[in-house]
């Protein structure tokens, strides 16, 4: 069925997008192997999530049902990489929230889809007054995942081990109070809202790789630096249509 309808009613213009953006997210891996060190493992979690999570956004983008299943499956992946970077509050957000968010959001989207092309066909829209209460939620986000995971790093003693430097913290809550309400405001069909928060997700993950690659010289994340630039440029691009 995904397959099936997947790309369905998509011009040729979206089409050449999907084709060129896979393009160079295989570029990216195959320049990043590299860099593997044999961590092979961690390498193949990156590949896999990047390509997942692109089709998934690219996927939600066209408003179909079907995203919620392709990005099950990199939000699991890429939860693995968050972890391993200490960026514990996108991986929390990512496993606790954003992994059951996915099965809500199939089960209130399948509902409104068109049966034909898996396309939702009912949108909602935020009045004036609801935005700013969801702005402000966003900003009250940003202040309660920094003391959360501080909270977390002082009543468990981990102090010694978290190694993540105070900019790349910052950027981490940041980008995961805007996840939880982006997908927040996806999931309950508000498409014309919900944009302006994963502009903020891709700029300050393409903000938070920039500084992993180039300052830290972990070039093995470099698939997932690209990710993030495709996800905006596809989010500047095509949210309009939306």
């Given at each position: ?48 999530g990047t390509i ?93 995942f920094y003391f ?82 495709i996800w905006f ?10």
């Amino acid at each position: 069925m995904i397959s099936k309808n997947l790309f369905k009613n998509w011009s040729k213009t979206e089409l050449k997008w999907f084709g060129f953006s896979n393009l160079l997210l295989f570029i990216s891996i195959i320049f990043s192997i590299q860099f593997a060190e044999g961590n092979m493992f961690l390498f193949s979690i990156i590949a896999l999530g990047t390509i997942t999570g692109t089709w998934g956004v690219i996927a939600a983008t066209k408003r179909k049902v079907s995203n919620f299943i392709i990005n099950f499956a990199s939000i699991f992946l890429l939860s693995i990489v968050y972890f391993n970077l200490q960026l514990y509050a996108m991986a929390v957000t990512y496993v606790l929230f954003l992994i059951p968010m996915q099965l809500h959001g199939f089960y209130s989207w399948i509902s409104f889809k068109n049966t034909q092309n898996d396309e939702i066909m009912v949108i909602r829209t935020l009045n004036s007054r609801h935005r700013i209460c969801i702005f402000c939620m966003f900003l009250i986000g940003i202040i309660a995942f920094y003391f959360g995971i501080y909270f977390v790093i002082e009543t468990f003693n981990i102090r010694d081990t978290y190694t993540l430097v105070p900019f790349l913290q910052y950027l981490d809550v940041t980008s995961a109070s805007s996840n939880v309400t982006g997908q927040f405001l996806l999931n309950l069909r508000y498409l014309l809202n919900q944009s302006i928060y994963w502009k903020i997700v891709n700029l300050v993950q393409i903000l938070t790789f920039g500084y992993i690659i180039f300052v830290l010289n972990e070039l093995i994340y470099f698939p997932v630096f690209v990710m993030y630039i495709i996800w905006f440029i596809n989010s500047m691009w095509f949210s309009q249509k939306s």
